[in-house]
């Protein structure tokens, strides 16, 4: 199995037990060597916060700091790499956070957790 790269909807529902993941999909989070996160995550989860779409007990940067260090979770960093990349993708999917999510896994060969079927139309692995 690659490592994985969980989408920002996969994170958050992650953090609340599994929300619409399956079973085999948390099994395969649990079991995978490394599992990452993009940086534009926390961006999204920040901009959802901001707007009164996603509440947490804590402000959002901490809570994204305390899940992914309790979860080992690693942050990838947005580099000018995946930052051109994301914008060379073919325009299937807008969302700016998700040409984001798809460029990493391209640049770094990793799987995607997303309930997206969108992300399908790129030439990315996809787990869901």
Same mark, same amino acid.
Request: glycine share 4%.
């Given at each position: 199995?690659?490592? #994985? &790269?969980?989408?920002?909807?996969? /994170?958050?529902?992650?953090?609340?037990?599994?929300?619409?993941?399956?079973?085999? %999909? =948390? !099994?395969?989070?649990?079991?995978?060597?490394?599992?990452?996160?993009?940086?534009?995550?926390?961006?999204?989860i920040? #901009? &959802?916060?901001?707007?009164?779409? /996603?509440?947490?007990?804590?402000?959002?940067?901490?809570?994204?700091?305390?899940? %992914? =260090? !309790?979860?080992?979770?690693?942050?990838?960093?947005?580099?000018?790499?995946?930052?051109f990349?994301?914008?060379?993708?073919?325009?299937?999917?807008?969302?700016?956070?998700?040409?984001?999510i798809?460029?990493?896994?391209?640049?770094?060969?990793? %799987?995607?957790?997303?309930?997206?079927?969108?992300?399908?139309?790129?030439?990315?692995?996809?787990?869901?």
């Open positions: 199995m690659s490592d #994985l &790269l969980l989408d920002t909807c996969a /994170l958050i529902w992650l953090a609340e037990g599994g929300g619409e993941l399956s079973g085999k %999909t =948390l !099994s395969l989070i649990d079991n995978s060597h490394f599992v990452y996160v993009s940086a534009i995550s926390a961006w999204e920040g #901009l &959802l916060c901001s707007r009164d779409q /996603l509440k947490f007990a804590v402000q959002p940067e901490e809570w994204f700091k305390k899940f %992914t =260090l !309790s979860q080992n979770i690693q942050t990838i960093d947005i580099t000018p790499a995946i930052a990349l994301s914008n060379n993708l073919p325009w299937h999917h807008k969302d700016p956070a998700d040409r984001f798809i460029s990493t896994a391209i640049h770094h060969k990793l %799987t995607i957790v997303s309930a997206d079927k969108n992300l399908m139309k790129y030439n990315v692995k996809i787990i869901t």
